[in-house]
């Protein structure tokens, strides 16, 4: 496998951005202790994103997503979004922008990535799990499968939240009114593509029962059930924290329809 940092430019953000990606390297068995991947002119891509407290260096600082994804010919692309919510924030920069439109042709540039919508998958957690579900809920055309870990999928119930965060939460999504219904709230957008029809992406969830954001994973689970939107819901001990999310992002790669 080879490790990519990549500093470039965004034009939708006007300023440079970071983002890190592991890519297959085919090795013919010499590289020791890991699975060598199979020479390709184009890999599918799995991006995956970062909770609102780290960036784009996390999942490879604590987990072995590296070693997980050697053998599997998958490019695995990690951006930089900061505490945005991967939304275009209401008082601050466009980043639902860059990661839905933007990103995508960044990756495609300067990685060796399939452009079709069966290879591309989205997985995060935390504030990355509602990303990822924003990213396959709003953007269906664009990815097979979306997965969430632990995910913050109901980012309207912190909106009264107090001091510094309720000002973060203002800035980030405007008020209660303007994030009710609109494209950041997911209940509503995911009726919005069951009363359209639309074909939607595989999804995946799980949480820990111990975890704080639980309750927010069970609604979200039972808004899919209500409007019969296939999912593959688990559950179990565990609280918000990188052990569960070592285990489970193996989980999600062998989930993915590779």
């Known amino acids: 496998m080879a490790f990519l940092q990549i500093q470039c430019h965004s034009s939708t953000l006007q300023m440079a951005i970071s983002l890190q990606a592991i890519v297959p390297q085919p090795t013919n068995g010499s590289e020791v202790g890991i699975a060598s991947g199979t020479k390709r002119a184009q890999y599918p891509v799995l991006y995956l994103l970062h909770g609102m407290s780290d960036d784009e260096t996390i999942w490879c600082r604590r987990t072995s997503i590296e ?21 275009d924030m209401h008082h601050g920069p466009r980043y ?3 990661i839905s439109e933007e990103l995508p042709e960044l ?16 997985a995060g957690l935390s504030m990355g799990g509602y990303g990822a579900f ?4 709003c953007r269906p055309g664009q990815f097979a499968a979306a997965a969430s870990l632990s995910g913050a999928l109901s980012p309207g119930s912190f909106k009264n939240s107090s ?5 973060e939460w203002l800035n980030t999504f405007g ?4 994030f ?13 593509r069951v009363n359209e029809g639309t074909e939607l992406p595989r999804l995946w969830q799980h949480c820990g029962t111990e975890d704080f954001l639980y309750e927010h994973n069970v609604d979200s689970r039972n808004e899919a059930q209500r409007l019969g939107v296939p999912l593959a819901y688990s559950e179990g001990p565990g609280d918000h924290s990188w052990g569960l ?14």
């Open 134 to 137: 924003k990213l396959g809920i």
């Open 175 to 178: 008020s209660a009114q303007l």
């Open 163 to 167: 001091g510094a965060r309720s000002a």
């Open 107 to 122: 990756a495609a540039h300067f990685l060796p990535i399939s452009q079709r919508r069966e290879d591309t998958f989205v």
């Open 245 to 258: 999310w070592d285990e489970q992002i193996q989980n999600v790669l062998d989930w993915l329809p590779l």
């Open 67 to 87: 070693r997980y994804a050697a053998g599997r010919d998958l490019v695995i692309v990690m951006p930089n979004v900061h505490r945005s919510y991967y939304i």
């Open 180 to 192: 009710k219904e609109s494209e950041n709230d997911l209940h509503a957008q995911l009726q919005k």
């Open 96 to 98: 639902w922008t860059l």
